[in-house]
């Protein structure tokens, strides 16, 4: 069965923002509309997955709710709201962002993720391949800045830090490239979100 991808013309700037959405809330939206500004970006997917491997996933909404509530929260056209990795079958980050690298070899993604998943990054199946199959952009997120920065996964990678501006440059720099966005940041967590339902 051929999986249906969101646009993805050959050039085009892509943004990766994956996650549970559980509930997708404004922290997420701020996180996108950071990422597009900043990185100059012409496209961000929000690839709403099927469940973390990280997370308990019991009582996890059904995907096509989730991602229902993400298309009412961020109706942008710019954005996508995407549930393929429950079509190609991957429980990895890792393994998405191998399919999407066959798939669309012309496109230039950037994977997106907030400063607290920076922090416990280093746990990620294959974390280090994926700093090496495209660039990273890490938003701040508020209350982990500093933990963020002096993490394992950033300490690891320390060299390969460059300014957003400097993300798509040098198509073919040496890999892993990553850039710690500051500006506005929001609180709010789906986790709290959930807890206070």
């Not at 700037?13 to 997708?24: K, Q, T, V, Y």
């Not at 962002?97 to 990054?121: E, H, K, S, T």
């Not at 700093?131 to 890490?138: C, D, N, T």
């Amino acid at each position: 069965m051929r999986v249906r991808l969101p646009r993805h013309a050959s050039g085009l700037r892509i943004g990766l923002f994956g996650g549970s959405f559980n509930p997708p809330h404004a922290g997420h939206r701020l996180v996108t509309l950071t990422a597009l500004r900043r990185l100059k970006l012409d496209r961000i997917w929000w690839i709403v997955t099927p469940g973390n491997p990280l997370k308990d996933t019991r009582g996890l909404p059904p995907l096509a709710e989730r991602m229902a509530a993400c298309r009412r929260l961020m109706p942008e056209p710019m954005v996508d709201i995407t549930g393929f990795e429950a079509g190609i079958g991957t429980r990895y980050t890792l393994d998405t962002l191998r399919y999407l690298r066959r798939r669309c070899p012309q496109a230039q993604f950037v994977w997106i993720m907030g400063a607290d998943n920076l922090i416990q990054f280093h746990r990620w199946q294959g974390w280090r391949e994926i700093a090496r199959l495209m660039p990273i952009a890490v938003v701040d997120r508020p209350g982990v800045t500093l933990k963020a920065t002096a993490s394992r996964t950033a300490l690891a990678l320390s060299k390969g830090r460059v300014r957003p501006s400097s993300l798509f440059t040098e198509r073919q720099a040496k890999a892993p490239r990553w850039s710690f966005i500051y500006g506005p940041r929001s609180s709010l967590s789906s986790t709290a979100l959930r807890g206070s339902g």
